[in-house]
């Protein structure tokens, strides 16, 4: 299998995806990572912790629906091209 940019856009999409299914309550709250984090003050340079986590919510909430599209027209692609 050849290395292609059809096959970095599927990496990207999976990763993506894994992100925006991470649960709140299940895994983020036990590994730290929860919104109810102590994130840092007013005028505190944001830390990587809590970059990741903006990150991370920012995914979940934005790419909800181009995530839907993505996917769709991905399955589409592996289905007709195989």
């Known amino acids: ?3 292609t940019i059809y096959s970095l856009f599927e990496a990207v999409l999976l990763c ?7 649960h709140e309550e299940r895994f983020l709250n036990r590994v ?3 919104s109810n984090q ?3 003050g007013f005028g ?3 830390g990587m912790k809590s970059q990741l986590i903006n ?22 692609f592996e289905l007709i091209l195989g």
Do not use: K, Q, Y
């Open 16 to 22: 993506i995806n894994g992100i925006a299914i991470l």
């Open 55 to 76: 990150l991370i919510r920012s995914v979940r909430t934005v790419m909800r629906v181009p995530l839907i599209i993505l996917n769709t027209v991905t399955i589409f």
């Open 32 to 34: 730290g990572w929860g």
């Open 44 to 46: 505190e340079e944001p």
């Open 38 to 40: 102590n994130i840092g």
């Open 1 to 3: 299998m050849a290395f």
